[in-house]
């Protein structure tokens, strides 16, 4: 998207929502970065560092996840310059850039990036050195309950994903669920902060995963209010 076609989706944005997440530090973020600057908007992001594939995955539902070993050490390459402008960018717009973020999805046991976390707790600790943001890492609330736990020292708070229609749940029971997946994390580390920076509800489906009667735009709406209402009543960023 070109300098004026963000420059519009946010300015669509700005009367709702004060900060926003980017999922990698690539030419697309550091263009919302300019607009953000050149235009003064009242935004403050979330950057992600989109790290890639370090081991193969042989659980990855859709056949992803699995690549040869040259191209593994090559995504090691990649990672490791992913790391460096999410340092260097966080270090040159602290105005804007609230905290960061080490990877998506790349530690849970479906994902087709998987790293391993003893990688990821290696970028925590050059990022930590080298930028005075708060870092986290986005990831499906399941691995923080067990694999991510050698993670959790390493950064300041955690980031979880949250997705009852993925897991076959009806819209009344939603809510919920999600609060059910919040809370498991939270009694598991109480002195972190937990901030939920995916949820959502389809609207559409082939029927893989996702019933394709449990979605529609209203089952939308109603789960976007009652987990708007809650987080608001239990001062939850999400």
Excluded at 33 to 54: H, N, P, R, S, T
Excluded at 75 to 87: A, G, H
Excluded at 97 to 112: H, K, P, Q, R, Y
Excluded at 130 to 153: A, G, H, M, R, S
Aim: aromatic fraction near 14%; charged fraction near 25%; glycine fraction near 4%.
């Amino acid at each position: 998207p070109s300098y004026e076609e963000i420059k519009e989706d946010l300015l669509l944005l700005k009367p709702h929502w004060n900060y926003l997440r980017l999922y990698d530090c690539d030419p697309h973020a550091l263009t919302v970065i300019k607009v953000i600057e050149q235009e003064k908007l009242d935004f403050q992001l979330m950057l992600g560092a989109y790290i890639v594939a370090e081991m193969n995955n042989y659980g990855c539902p859709w056949g992803g996840g699995i690549y040869e070993e040259e191209q593994l050490e090559e995504n090691k390459k990649t990672n490791d310059k992913t790391i460096q402008r999410l340092i260097d960018w966080s270090n040159q717009y602290p105005e804007i850039i609230f905290s960061v973020s080490l990877g998506n999805e790349a530690c849970v046991d479906w994902t087709d990036h998987f790293v391993p976390v003893n990688r990821v707790i290696e970028f925590a600790q050059k990022v930590k050195q080298n930028i005075k943001q708060p870092i986290t890492f986005c990831e499906n609330y399941v691995p923080w309950l067990n694999y991510l736990k050698p993670l959790v020292n390493y950064i300041d708070f955690i980031s979880i994903h949250t997705y009852p229609v993925w897991e076959y749940k009806h819209i009344h029971e939603a809510v919920d669920y999600t609060i059910a997946n919040y809370e498991t994390v939270a009694k598991q580390y109480p002195s972190v902060p937990i901030v939920i920076t995916e949820a959502g509800w389809a609207t559409n489906s082939h029927g893989r995963g996702i019933n394709t009667e449990h979605v529609n735009e209203e089952n939308q709406k109603m789960y976007f209010d009652d987990l708007m209402d809650w987080s608001e009543k239990n001062n939850i960023l999400t």
